[in-house]
């Protein structure tokens, strides 16, 4: 059976933000892996985030909830979280949520990281 | 009935659906689900954005199930049925857990809410009543069911 729900949060640092770009598939079994990576930089004092969708093909409502508290942890702290490359599912479910009218999303990376 | 196991390569007919128990533990659940939706998909040549939102409205409805229903039951049982009506996909999933209707128990969000205010719960049902065609729930003796429709792609 194949590890369906394999999730890794590969990050680099670019023009002074975190570019985080979650690689798999999101779900409540690996969720937390997810919530590690925003927090363990939180906790280093960056606040300036990119989530970089390019390689996460799969979300489900365990993976908003995680997006949608981390953009609003780094809104408290004077930070920013944006968002860009979102896979046909992805943008599916922001747009049904409302999740695109709360959240920064852009095309690509370039442009999310030069509202920051 | 058996648990279900990915064959892998498996002939399996076009219209004969797939009935199956899935572990009600979360993660086998949920990787199970998967190699469940893609069989099902290829049995009935399903295309476009069908296979994973019909992944997604299972995967709200099984993780609450195993979270919620399932949680105090001395022999969980979670059971998932899909099947091909005309030119609908039926789900039906199934648990034995204590009575959990979702669709009344979920708060309904409200999509226009800022940051600020929206609350963090409720999401994985709305998807799934969004995606869906039809889906309603039913109490059956000890078994909590929902049965749901999600229109093919023409």
């Given at each position: 059976m194949a590890n369906q729900s394999s999730l890794t949060v590969p990050s680099t640092e670019q023009d002074d933000a975190v570019v985080l770009c979650p690689n798999g598939r999101v779900d409540g079994t690996n969720v937390t892996i997810l919530q590690g990576a925003v927090r363990e930089r939180l906790e280093a004092g960056q606040?300036?985030?990119?989530?970089?969708?390019?390689?996460?093909n799969y979300i489900s409502s365990a993976g908003l909830r995680v997006l949608l508290m981390a953009a609003r942890d780094l809104q408290a702290q004077g930070g920013k979280a944006v968002f860009c490359n979102l896979s046909e599912q992805i943008r599916q479910v922001f747009e049904i949520t409302g999740f695109d009218k709360i959240l920064a999303v852009h095309g690509n990376r370039e442009d999310a990281l030069a509202t920051l | 009935m058996m648990y279900y196991?990915?064959?892998?390569g498996r002939e399996t007919q076009k219209g004969q659906g797939i009935d199956v128990l899935l572990r009600p533990e979360l993660n086998m659940a949920l990787t199970a689900l998967a190699d469940v939706v893609e069989e099902f998909a290829a049995q009935e040549a399903l295309s476009g954005a069908l296979p994973i939102n019909l992944n997604l409205v299972l995967d709200e409805l099984i993780t609450n199930s195993v979270s919620y229903?399932?949680?105090?039951?001395?022999?969980p049982v979670l059971r998932l049925r899909l099947w091909r009506d005309g030119d609908m996909v039926v789900a039906q999933v199934e648990d034995n857990?204590?009575?959990?209707d979702p669709f009344k128990e979920a708060p309904k969000p409200?999509?226009?809410?800022g940051l600020d205010e929206?609350?963090?719960?409720?999401l994985g049902v709305f998807l799934v009543m969004q995606l869906s065609e039809t889906a309603h729930y039913e109490r059956d003796g000890d078994t909590n069911r929902i049965i749901l429709q999600m229109r093919m792609e023409s």
């Open positions: 606040t300036r985030l990119v989530f970089d969708m390019v390689d996460l | 196991r990915c064959m892998g229903a399932l949680t105090d039951a001395a022999e857990g204590a009575a959990f409200d999509i226009e809410q929206r609350p963090i719960g409720g």
